[in-house]
């Protein structure tokens, strides 16, 4: 039998809900830290606890009365997902008995856990490393296949390797300057400074990929906002309905119809998107109308991808275009059907035949003209990325040295603050505040 434990210096035991709140056929309440099997042996009179076996049990209050029939899952320290003793307590869904067992067992010292701490647990005990609890991220956030694989792909097989890899060519080439500045020409052969930048570019290339690849895989994490603008009377209501499936917005001959912004979600190949249907641009006649173009203006600003649409063949106005160079643009010529004159290399499209419009959604799924790759590294994180970002950034400044004909050492340099860089990302315990922004994002229970 289990002893409760006298003191509890190191780490107390937490307990919470890790299914989704509400009502359902079953719910799971998790409990991790050292009086786990103590709390459970008590609630529920049973000693005969097995590793990883279910245990029907039911669960009684300090006044003796039942709380719930339930399945009990026992997991021992260190074998567990927190590392900690642990168990898994299926009960009936109902909302009153989930919480009717959380209070019974936060009522023996214990208290419920704070958002994504299981999970910081399993990272403290060495369960998790650092890139794998960021995967997590993924795992329960990601709003298609696509990002939900990236974060599979992360926490299964860590971005160890293929980082460890980059950085060992980079250990070879920082041994290799270093003999060139240690040792006359004649012991250790002439150095061959194209060799080394064109290495130094095959490992940009490799960063810049996985950079690359991960700001299009963010639309598979976050939803992605879609912006329709344009003159007035272009269609611009009738592609938001038709893309929706539904008539959403109203549409009137007569320019100015669209007075406000009018979102709504659209799911493309299970990634979400947020298309937004927007106020004509021109000079507006009115009051009323020239606030809803100053809110089509407002909105570019939070937009992922801007959608241009024209019947007249008139281009988007240069200083749109600059103020939001880092948008993607989409340019697309409407009312196909009636033979409206179409911008050059613009998409093509009729609201009303439905031409062009399998061509959009392709489009607002892939960005266009990526650069294609294999993304080896497969970073799924702001804080992955950074690192990664300043990596390049120092490798760039290298080959742009070796082809200057600056001396070694500052070659040395850059390439060392690369290699610490990628040591940042796979390195020692970070900061306390890298941790609780990782964790801000997963859900109690997890």
Known sequence: MASK??????????????TAPGKSALAVIRLSGPTSLFILQELSGRKDFQPRRATYAILRDKANQPLDEVVLTYFPAPNSFTGEDMFEISCHGNTIIVEGILDEIVSRETRLAEPGEFSQRAFVNGKMSLEQLESMDWILNSRSRAGLKRGLRLKLESLGAPLK???????????????????????????????????????ITKLRTSLGSYKRALRALHSWKVVIIGPPNSGKSSLFNRLLGYPRSIVFD????????????LSLE????????????????????AMGIEKTLRSLREANIICWLTDTASPPPEELLKLHS?????????????????????????????????????????????????????????????????????????VADIESGLYLELVSESV??????????????????????????????K
């Open 5 to 18: 434990p006298e003191k509890l210096e190191v780490i107390d035991t937490v307990c919470a809900l890790s």
């Open 270 to 289: 299970d990634t979400d998107l947020i298309l937004v249907d927007t106020a004509g641009i021109r000079d507006a006649d009115e009051a009323i109308e």
């Open 165 to 203: 890899e980059i950085e060992r060519a980079l250990m070879e080439i920082l041994g290799d300057i270093q003999s060139q500045l240690d040792f006359p020409e004649y012991e250790v052969g002439k150095f061959d400074e194209k060799a080394l930048a064109g290495s130094l570019r095959g490992l």
């Open 326 to 398: 880092d948008k993607e643009w989409l340019i697309v010529s409407s009312k196909q059907d009636l033979g409206a004159p179409c911008l050059k290399a613009s998409l093509k499209i009729s609201t009303e035949t439905g031409e062009g419009l399998d061509d959009l959604r392709l489009r607002l799924l892939k960005p266009k003209n990526p650069k294609e790759g294999i993304d080896e590294i497969g970073i799924c994180s702001e804080r992955q990325r950074r690192h990664l970002e300043a990596a390049a950034i120092h490798l760039e400044k290298a």
């Open 416 to 445: 060392s603050l690369a290699k610490k860089e990628l040591e940042l990302i796979l390195g020692e315990i970070p900061n306390d505040d890298i941790i609780r922004s990782i964790l801000s994002r997963f859900c109690i229970g």
């Open 254 to 265: 007569k320019s100015g119809t669209t007075r406000d912004l009018v979102e709504d979600s």
